[in-house]
């Protein structure tokens, strides 16, 4: 009985690992999206787009690596 639920936890996880890295992935192209139409100077309202999609993709990266330090920690495995 231990041993199913030690496997579904771990199924949850690396879902769950999975979505916050898409997520991640996505904040990333829209990042890299505004950048790209970015002007030389950057105006007030742009800076504040990009600002406010930076700490989106960093949050999304964030949730990322604290899912894969749950499996690594439930694996009783070292991260790299």
Do not use: C, G, W
Not at 14 to 30: C, G
Not at 41 to 64: I, T
């Amino acid at each position: 009985m231990t041993l199913i639920a030690t496997e579904d936890y771990l199924t949850e996880l690396l879902s769950e690992m999975s979505e916050a890295f898409h997520k991640f992935s996505i904040e990333a192209v829209r990042l890299s999206a505004l950048l790209a139409r970015t002007k030389v100077p950057v105006s007030p309202e742009s800076n504040y787009e990009l600002r406010k999609q930076s700490v989106a993709e960093v949050q999304a990266f964030e949730e990322y690596l604290n899912r894969k330090e749950e499996i690594f920690a439930h694996l009783k495995v070292e991260s790299r």
